[in-house]
């Protein structure tokens, strides 16, 4: 490949990371009431920032202690906001050819790691309220009908949770294909997205995806791959996605 081949398949691969920055939330975080998402406080539209806790730390007491709740917010979660905004801007200087193109698979770790760290604990906090609250409307509707009842949910998150391997997360989550809920273990944070990127365009690099004609040669697929991508199809998506 060319120095500038190179460097536009840098750039096109890269891409991905950087819609993933803006997560293209902002359309789809005022509903139809108007209110506007607080998760979205995030990102201020060219870097990551740590939100303020939406209560005081000694809020959430006793059940979550004022003195965990101060480290993990203002140490650990400013942490990976810290980490998001490097790898971004490194990934920035590898398109731009001020760092060698060899630093992208340490910087996507990077970013999918502390990225994914942002985002998950963005909705950590928003998740928490003093003396909790109750599921209302359409969404303790989909609790019942994705999972049978709002109390069967609680349990299957409640032990999803408690059965991640090591360190994770269990999450509730929404799956447009089935316009359900669904609850997940996510180990470590990240293995290796960023929490909340909506796929448009994927390249698949298992080896049967490319292996009888390019053997070992997965650059040259990737490569070959450019003079097939439907990125009108990725276009049509990512206005879907945006509610366009
Ligand atoms: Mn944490």
Redesign the pocket.
């Known amino acids: 490949m060319d120095r500038m081949g190179r460097r536009d398949a840098l750039r096109n691969l890269a891409a991905g990371a950087a819609a993933a920055g803006g997560l293209g939330v902002a359309a789809s975080a005022v509903n139809a009431q108007g209110w506007t998402d607080p998760f979205n406080e995030g990102f201020d539209g060219s870097e990551f920032v740590l939100p303020e806790l939406p209560y005081a730390y000694d809020a959430l007491e006793p059940h979550y202690d004022e003195e965990t709740v101060t480290i993990?917010h203002d140490k650990?979660?400013a942490g990976?906001v810290r980490g998001a905004n490097a790898a971004m801007e490194a990934l920035a200087e590898i398109r731009g050819g001020d760092r060698p193109g060899s630093e992208i698979k340490h910087w996507e770790r990077q970013l999918a790691f502390a990225g994914s760290?942002h985002v998950?604990?963005t909705l950590?906090w928003l998740g928490m309220t003093p003396g909790g609250s109750e599921p209302t409307g359409d969404f303790a509707d989909a609790m019942e009908d994705s999972f049978g009842s709002v109390e069967a949910c609680r349990e299957h998150l409640t032990a999803a949770t408690g059965s991640v391997e090591a360190s994770g997360w269990g999450i509730l989550g929404y799956l447009p294909l089935t316009d359900s809920l669904i609850i997940l273990q996510a180990e470590k944070h990240q293995n290796l997205t960023v929490q909340g990127v909506v796929p448009l365009l994927v390249i698949d690099v298992w080896e049967h995806a490319y292996y009888l004609k390019y053997q070992n040669n997965r650059g040259d697929f990737v490569q070959a791959w450019w003079e097939i991508a439907n990125l009108e199809y990725a276009s049509m998506r990512y206005a879907a996605v945006r509610g366009m």
């Open positions: 993990h650990h979660h990976y760290g998950l604990h950590f």
